[in-house]
């Protein structure tokens, strides 16, 4: 498959680009632009903190039931729903569901008090070899002593990272289909996803033949979405990191046509019949 045609064009001049599309069964690659290059990504560390938890309810450290304060931490905006419920109290699953169905920045924020950003870093470098990580926390405002951003990432990663998850290769069967679970919840069929035209507030289950898991990242300069579609052929690993200087203009309409486009050859690779 050819990204050239996505990619190169004036409307997208200034933005950087990590595109990998892999076949998860044969493990070919069928298409990929700067996959080793690390770029921000927003939300998409999220993922390495619900591997964390995961891992730990499947070792007995956590259980599903106990009770999260959101109390603990100070209260963040922007993506989540937990700030705008009344309840200052939840279970911990109930916690990480948030975190995979709506990106929740408080409920985030409540985990990572919970289980520690070291570890969780400690995560990211066993799963991600190219460098991919969070750096912090969620914060409205980041000052000069704050990481500069929340989380970077790199295309070979996160489709390694998602491999991993739906084989539980190095973090087990039982963590791979937990979280894949909490990210099956996701809302944010914008991105890459949007190519598959499904309910974006319910496709757990197949729908046209296709079931798709994801999870995106969002700030003012960048757009990513990593996730594996399943279909006829196959399964597929895709992720499509983009940013761009914001002092450049606003690309972002092309940024989200080129994003669909990407998501085109998704779904070619897991509908086409000669796919593999």
Not at 88 to 93: G, N, Q, R
Not at 109 to 115: H, M, P, R, T
Not at 193 to 206: G, I, V, Y
Not at 237 to 265: E, F, K, N, Q
Request: hydrophobic share 45%; net charge negative; with cysteine.
């Amino acid at each position: 498959m050819d990204l050239g045609d996505l990619l190169p064009s004036d409307q997208l001049r200034g933005t950087s680009w990590g595109v990998e599309i892999r076949d998860l069964t044969t493990g070919r690659v069928h298409a990929a632009h700067r996959p080793e290059v690390l770029l921000r990504t927003a939300s998409l560390g999220k993922v390495f903190l619900l591997v964390e938890v995961a891992d730990r309810l499947a070792r007995g450290l956590l259980h599903p039931a106990q009770l999260l304060r959101r109390d603990t931490v100070a209260p963040v905006a922007d993506s989540g729903l937990w700030q705008h419920l009344r309840t200052d109290t939840l279970p911990l699953d109930d916690v990480a569901r948030l975190v995979g169905a709506v990106s929740d920045n408080w409920a985030t924020n409540v985990l990572l008090e919970e289980v520690g950003l070291a570890a969780v870093q400690q995560r990211a470098r066993t799963l991600a070899p190219g460098g991919s990580t969070l750096h912090d926390r969620v914060r409205d405002r980041r000052t000069a002593s704050d990481a500069a951003t929340l989380s970077e990432g790199c295309a070979a990663d996160w489709v390694g990272v998602l491999s991993a998850l739906a084989s539980g290769r190095g973090v087990g069967v039982e963590v791979g289909r937990t979280v894949l679970g909490w990210l099956s919840l996701g809302v944010d069929l914008s991105m890459v996803a949007s190519a598959f035209a499904l309910d974006p507030l319910a496709h757990a289950e197949p729908d046209r033949g296709l079931t798709v898991v994801n999870k995106t990242g969002t700030d003012s300069s960048l757009r990513a979405d990593v996730g594996l579609v399943t279909g006829p052929a196959g399964t597929t690993a895709y992720a499509a990191i983009c940013s761009w200087d914001p002092a450049g203009g606003d690309p972002r309409d092309a940024v989200m046509a080129t994003l669909r486009g990407i998501g085109g050859l998704v779904r070619e690779t897991v509908t086409a019949a000669g796919a593999r």
